[in-house]
């Protein structure tokens, strides 16, 4: 994360005015303008029949985050505590613990609200965990044919995350392949409801919801490809994820969904990213959905503002999402939009919040800075001739990070450095 002071704050409050303004009118289409943009884009990507047939819908929705920002094309990109929902590899290389909580105005009076948190271990830094949970809700009222109420409540489906993955080999040139698992349990709750005669059947509700456990499996990896700049960071990312593994809850498949990531840096401050779905209905394979994909894009405009767009393309179900994020010291607040074919352009719909606490990285950049100084020392010291003192610098650098190429490569040579001067001084001796 970022500080900000001075000028650098007045403007992300003028940008934050701006953005909220901007969310509090409704651009006004009317229904004959926005049906045929409706039908343009049906003619493009279709109708996709087997749409709907799943159960847990709250599986589908976003917390929101820099996932949805990017229209969910995020298995591959996996750099924060968004990657929970996607790919659960990312907690192995997460670059810092967070904490977050989200909100979402969905659709009309539905929400969600969410609550996650991920980490890596200090001593198993290749080993990550996270867990959290999310909440869908909208009201369930029931009127009879005189507009009397007669039953109210809400109908609700909440998620529970528990996740943890591990970076398998990683050194100095190979980032290492990061495999994950998150399981999951969701439940469902449907009020009770009336019979014919408006009285209400009780257990009703019960007989409708369900309970359930299923999981995700993902991996990530990372490298250089057509990179023009000089930094650590690999710039390329490929993923690969199954989410939503298990069986179906009274008759209805799980929305089960396979898919493959690709994530590219051509440059420092931005981030291209494509996402292709195969939706798979375990109960019956010839009712799972179309194929579809997302396409992302995220800038970094200064060291404290983002923004993003994505484009999720899918058969009846066409999603354009715009967002940012605002850094501050120790904390990051997200806003998004989205807006599909299942809604039209309001202000406060379809806007999601959220707020990443920075917990810090467990000083792996303190470690990472100390090897580098290290290393540095020690070429100093032997370009000097100290070997002995290049030596001490190498091993304990090597203490910190046992896996840092350019040391051990050092000490190979000055190992083999010290032989050739050991055997010179015997021959001097002997001579």
């Keep these: 994360m970022y500080t900000i002071n001075g000028m650098n704050k007045s403007v992300v409050f003028i940008f934050l005015g701006i953005l909220l303004c901007s969310l509090s009118f409704a651009i006004d289409l009317d229904d004959s303008a926005y049906g045929t943009i409706a039908d343009y884009l049906h003619d493009i990507y279709g109708i996709d029949d087997n749409a709907g047939l799943t159960a847990f819908p709250v599986l589908n929705v976003p917390m929101g985050g820099r996932a949805e920002g990017m229209a969910l ?33 969905w659709i009309a009076d539905t929400k969600v609200e969410g609550i996650v948190y991920a980490a890596r271990f200090n001593k198993l830094e290749n080993l990550g965990i996270g867990f959290g949970g999310k909440w869908l809700y909208t009201p369930f009222t029931e009127y009879n044919i005189y507009g009397e109420r007669v039953s109210k409540g809400y109908y609700s489906e909440a998620v529970a995350f528990l996740n943890a993955s591990y970076n398998i080999l990683p050194n100095y040139h190979f980032y290492g392949v990061a495999i994950g698992m998150s399981l999951k349990g969701a439940f469902r709750f449907v009020p009770d409801y009336t019979d014919n005669e408006d009285n209400i059947i009780a257990g ?70 494509f996402e292709f779905f195969v939706p798979f209905n375990i109960e019956n394979i010839a009712l799972s959905e179309k194929p579809y994909n997302a396409v992302g894009l995220a800038v970094s405009v200064t060291d404290f503002l983002s923004m993003r767009l994505g484009v999720l393309n899918k058969a009846g179900n066409f999603r354009l999402t715009l967002g940012s994020a605002i850094m501050l010291e120790k904390l990051a607040l997200d806003v998004n939009y989205s807006l599909d074919l299942l809604t039209q352009l309001q202000p406060l719909n379809r806007v999601s919040l959220g707020v990443r606490f920075d917990l810090g990285d467990n000083n792996r950049q303190a470690r990472a800075d100390a090897v580098d100084r290290l290393y540095i020392a020690g070429l100093e010291a032997y370009a000097a001739g100290k070997l002995e003192e290049a030596q001490k610098c ?38």
């Design 73 to 105: 094309a995020f298995s591959a990109v996996a750099d924060d505590i968004s990657f929970l929902e996607y790919n659960p590899a990312g907690s192995a290389v997460l670059p810092r613990s967070e904490l977050a909580f989200f909100h979402n105005n």
């Design 204 to 273: 009703s509700g019960l007989s409708q919801s369900a309970a359930m456990l299923m999981g995700d499996i993902g991996a990530l990896t990372r490298f250089n490809f057509l990179k023009p700049y000089y930094s650590r960071e690999k710039n390329t990312s490929v993923a690969l994820t199954v989410r939503n593994l298990g069986p179906p809850v009274k008759g209805d498949a799980l929305p089960s969904v396979g898919s493959l990531a690709l994530s590219y840096k051509p440059l420092r401050p931005l981030i291209l990213s």
């Design 394 to 431: 190498w091993e304990e650098a090597l203490k910190i990070n046992p896996i840092f190429e350019p040391v051990i490569q050092a000490l190979k040579s000055l190992q083999e450095a010290i032989r050739l001067q050991r055997h010179m001084d015997t021959l001097r001796e002997t001579s």
